[in-house]
């Protein structure tokens, strides 16, 4: 399916759907309890689901009633019999379940869809080979894991922040207490938003102020949870970018000013390229400036924002940089590369470097036809450029907002704008 964005004016206030990050941590903490647990509020989107499907192959059972989720994990599975596990396009869930998943003593494969396939592991799998779990010999998914952790130390480097996560979280359930160095550490608010998930379950744990060497006890458990997500700042910051080169004021409700989602960070970013931003009860409101202002920013603790900061960047009269953020090619698509190559598509003069993008744009943007690649973070891109484009945007492949952000284009039409 494709969607054609024509340029329209946007004006109002949204209410923001619950953080996919935190979700999953919930539903993979209440699974791992082996009680029951209630969720509210929680992100139903395809990885979100993907995440549901892959506690229920391990015997959880989970219902669903709106946003709200029931888990009954009292009878997680014990047997020794295999099992295969289909994280479909979830990377976090990949990467969080695997550690857990061996606390099981079962023989449990992993595998995804193509483009999970294409994201490297091996790092992440030898250091729980580090640390005692048999783990098949490979650096992409498929690949089989056995646990239990029985060696206390790994040394890994992080280029993700979920390979650090994936180890405080399943450190928890090891034989020993571990210790975990990671000399280079990106994205580092999301692992703050695991430790904040393994404090209110009063978990004991030591970690350093740079968060690059951690010590976990050992023979812990999760305890059941009743708790309510807040709102995903990733999902924001489309609006926020929207009110930016719209030279317009978006209220974004539902988000919590003290969450440690990495994504909050684009509101310092924006507010140093001119814009306003006010705290308001239950949210944000982002005004933008009449001109935006260039400047050189620093996206590795947030880069899923690259696509939407591109689109800023790209309505700037100055030289935008985007920098330090090499692991945004390792997403769903190269988004460096793909953003890139939408963005020459528009008539956005850019240079791609090997950590990110600069761009030297001339305050407007063209339309075209652009690609979608299949990855949600590139197609709401595209569709918000095209709202203050000079003609209309076309863009292929839009089906893949489904995978965090299924209502994203109803509220951008709660907004009156034309699509």
Aim: glycine share 6%; hydrophobic share 40%.
């Amino acid at each position: 399916m494709e969607k054609r964005i024509t340029p329209s004016k946007t004006l109002g206030t949204i209410t923001i759907p619950s953080s996919k990050s935190q979700t999953i941590r919930a539903l993979l903490i209440a699974t791992f309890a082996k009680n029951k647990s209630i969720i509210n509020n929680a992100l139903l989107s395809n990885d979100t689901l993907s995440c549901i499907k892959a506690c229920k192959s391990l015997g959880a059972k989970i219902e669903l009633n709106k946003n709200m989720i029931k888990i009954d994990s009292t009878n997680l599975s014990k047997v020794d019999t295999p099992i295969t596990i289909d994280c479909e396009n979830s990377g976090t869930t990949l990467y969080l379940l695997l550690g857990l998943a061996a606390s099981l003593e079962t023989e449990i494969t992993f595998s995804g869809d193509k483009s999970l396939k294409s994201r490297p592991v091996g790092a992440l799998l030898q250091a729980y080979r580090d640390l005692g779990c048999f783990v098949s010999d490979t650096n992409y998914p498929p690949f089989t894991i056995k646990g239990p952790i029985t060696k206390s130390k790994t040394t890994i480097d992080c280029p993700t922040s979920q390979y650090l996560s994936s180890l405080l979280l399943a450190s928890v359930f090891a034989k020993c207490d571990v210790e975990i160095i990671t000399p280079l550490l990106y994205e580092k608010p999301y692992v703050k938003l695991t430790l904040d998930w393994m404090s209110e379950q009063k978990l004991s744990y030591n970690i350093s102020e740079d968060l690059q060497h951690s010590k976990v006890k050992g023979n812990q458990n999760f305890t059941p949870i009743n708790t309510s997500i807040n709102g995903d700042y990733s999902s924001a910051t489309f609006f926020f970018a929207l009110a930016a080169i719209g030279k317009t004021a978006i209220k974004i409700l539902g988000l919590n000013k003290n969450d440690s989602q990495g994504d909050k960070h684009t509101l310092d970013i924006l507010e140093k390229m001119g814009c306003t931003i006010n705290w308001i009860k239950n949210g944000v409101e982002v005004i933008g400036p009449k001109e935006l202002k260039g400047g050189t920013f620093s996206l590795n603790s947030m880069p899923d924002a690259l696509p939407a900061l591109c689109i800023v960047g790209a309505y700037s009269k100055e030289k935008v940089v985007f920098n330090d953020v090499p692991q945004a090619r390792l997403k769903e698509t190269d988004r460096i590369e793909t953003m890139n190559k939408n963005l020459n598509r528009l008539g956005v003069k850019t240079k791609e470097l090997d950590d990110g993008i600069e761009i030297y744009g001339r305050g407007a943007i063209n339309g075209a036809h652009v690609k979608g690649y299949d990855d949600h973070r590139i197609i709401m891109a595209m569709a918000i450029a095209g709202l203050y484009a000079d003609n209309p945007i076309i863009i292929d492949d839009i089906d893949a907002v489904s995978v965090t952000f299924p209502t994203f284009f109803d509220l951008i039409n709660d907004l009156k704008v034309n699509i």
